[in-house]
């Protein structure tokens, strides 16, 4: 691959170890990645909506990612990245499970949370813009995915395609 | 897992709840607390590996397949359809998470919605690093948003 392998790890690693669930990587990945040019906010997308059709967490977008930017090796190293820091929890519950259902830890997970949604929000308008996906029609996909990813009743992998089928109808 | 009566369903309520206190994506961590209290490390390796190899594999399949026609016209007049609703559901992702989080209090409500204003600020600014923001807002739960336990979260993030 292009990139070097363990900077590339560490990168995944970190963003891994620093967010909360699912897509809250997206703004450490972004900023690592994207603001030194390994990879484009064209190739996040791509990802994210990969990660959406494909099974398993959400999270695994960064498996895509890694494939995009580093191949089959990358892939490999994003998903040893995304295993590693959700077990810490095992030998942390083992030693101290009292410990984490304290007021405090409530208020440190509660904290990261807000600021990585906050940072997430940012930039999910940042790639929409990045993308170049800024045509009404485009703007009005973006709201409509919106409101039926926050209602939840559709399954994500339908509304991928029918982003894809409006892009079809309209994109050219 | 009740069937089998490998965990009763307290337990994998307790083991849930810690599994959102984790870094990283909460199913893993799920996967690795069950497997952990069924077999030990060798069940930590079976779930974990069970869960995450396979889905990446397939993640993996897809995003070659996918690169295999991404430069044809047809499938860049769909990622310009794609971009936007990634974008939009990565929105709604974001909401979702400040929807389980916020807590329900009026005075408390408007102190989490402040801290993810300001991250969201500090996002578009660009001038505050990403790992600054996120610190910055645990320290502020530390401090002030440690009162109540978490809600317990209706929505999957992870």
New interface residues.
């Given amino acids: 691959m292009i990139v070097d392998p363990v900077g590339l790890f560490l990168v995944f690693l ?1 963003a ?13 990945l ?2 690592d990645l994207v603001a030194t040019h390994i990879a484009t906010d ?1 190739q996040l ?17 960064i ?2 990612l890694g ?2 930017v580093g191949g ?1 090796a990358g ?1 490999a190293l994003a ?1 040893v990245a ?9 030998p942390i ?2 030693v101290s ?1 009292h410990l ?29 813009i990045a ?3 800024t045509a009404w029609w ?2 009005a ?10 209602r ?1 009743t559709i399954h ?1 992998a339908f ?2 395609v ?11 | 897992m009740e069937r089998e009566r490998w965990l009763s369903p307290r337990e994998f309520g307790e083991l849930w709840a810690l599994s959102q206190l984790s870094p990283g994506i909460h199913l893993v961590a799920l996967a690795g607390l069950v497997g952990d209290r069924v077999a030990g490390w060798r069940g930590v390796a079976a779930t974990v590996g069970g869960m995450l190899v396979p889905a990446a594999a397939i993640t993996v399949a897809v995003t070659v397949a996918y690169g295999a026609i991404a430069s044809s016209e047809i499938a860049r007049a769909a990622l310009s359809g794609v971009a936007p609703t990634a974008a939009g559901m990565t929105l709604a992702t974001a909401l979702l998470l400040i929807r389980s989080t916020a807590r329900r209090a009026r005075a408390q409500a408007a102190l989490d919605l402040a801290v993810s204003a300001a991250a969201f600020a500090a996002g578009i600014a660009v001038a505050i690093p990403t790992v600054a923001a996120i610190a910055i807002g645990g320290l502020i739960g530390v401090v002030a948003l440690g009162r109540e336990r978490p809600t317990s979260r209706e929505t999957p993030v992870g």
């Fill in positions: 970190k891994s170890a620093l967010s909360l669930g699912g897509l809250s990587s997206l703004p450490l972004r900023a064209q997308v791509q990802a994210i909506a990969i990660g959406r059709v494909s099974t398993g967490p959400n999270g695994l977008y498996v895509s494939y995009l089959f892939a998903t995304a295993a590693v820091p959700p077990l810490v929890i095992i519950a083992r499970r984490l259902l304290t007021p405090p830890v409530a208020g440190l997970v509660r904290g990261v949370a807000l600021a990585t949604a906050g940072l997430l929000a940012a930039s999910s308008l940042q790639i929409q993308a170049g996906a485009q703007i996909l973006a709201a409509a995915a919106v409101v039926l990813s926050y939840g994500p509304v991928i029918g982003g894809a089928a409006a892009g079809i109808l309209l994109g050219r």
